[in-house]
């Protein structure tokens, strides 16, 4: 075994530490709501359309489904979680709201490749009326390097959170997850005989974005449109 193969150039120093720096906070909450969402029962009623770009699956034609009425209390829950998470753990100021918001159905042999969501701050997804096969939700590191092209060898024996290029999240009904927008994600392929549902959302401060004082603000209501 050539010494580029044994993976041992390393020393032996034991009197060290690792800082895990600018982590990245995925929100979570296991029960987002006591009850069920009645509207959620009939979700094969509403209008879908097929995305067949890499086998996305379907999507619900209306892209603002949480502004349907019969989805109130839900949309209330998570403008709940999402102001908690946008102040307290974000540190972002002022309110933030949904704009898009669309159901997701990844029917067997579909998936949705890496990605993330432009022209949003915040994004999201709850899940429902799945089994317990449902693929995760899986996140992609990000590669901020500019030179992502010249990729060392990787060491295959040295396995921790800072080696990881994904790490999968499990999923459960009545689950609502939230992370930055910028932050890749995927949907591994539907590989059980059951449809995966689920209700995806974005979300931005309702006021502006930017600073005045940094010249970098972006009010929505002093935009002149003439």
Known sequence: MSKQEDFTTGGNLTDYEVHPLFAQPVFTIDELMNTDVPALREILGYPMGECDAFNYGDRSENTYILNNPEFHDLKQEIHKALQDYANNVLGYAGRFSITQSWISVKRPGYQHI??????SIISGVYYFSNDDTAEGLTFCKQNVSGTYMMAPLANPN????FTFSEVTLS???NM???FPSYL???VSQNTSKANRYSIA????????????VDLTEAEYLRINTK
């Open 114 to 119: 890496a990605h993330a969501h432009a022209n």
């Open 158 to 161: 040295v396995k921790n959170q």
């Open 171 to 173: 999923v459960t009904n």
């Open 176 to 178: 609502l997850c939230m």
């Open 184 to 186: 890749p994600h995927r």
């Open 201 to 212: 959302f974005n979300a931005l401060p309702t006021y502006a974005l930017g600073s005045e």
